[in-house]
């Protein structure tokens, strides 16, 4: 069974996950900002501005989660170990909170 979500909610989930949608790109393979957003255009149709994607990403290297990668052509983002972790509990309690969604809907 698949949902179809009314666009402004999905826009209004991924800024409001922006975080955790970060992380779960950065998963994939390391990005620049420009690829992260590009990405959420791609995928979602939905734009989030440079500037919100790169606030993000400095917050979440202050927190430990992600690293910068200075190269000549550019900064790439990648995750660090405690990162990796947080995707890693982010993916089981999806499952968990998908299951059990399925759950109440069957009762």
Known sequence: MRLEIEPNMQERSLKAFLDLAILSALAEQPLTGYKISRLFLKKFGILISPSMIYANLKNLEKK????CNQKQ????????????NIVEN?????????????TMLRN
């Open 73 to 84: 052509d550019g900064r790439t983002y990648s995750l660090t170990e405690q990162g990796r």
């Open 90 to 102: 982010m993916t089981n309690i999806t499952q968990e909170i998908r299951s059990s969604i399925i």
């Open 64 to 67: 430990g989660w992600i690293k």
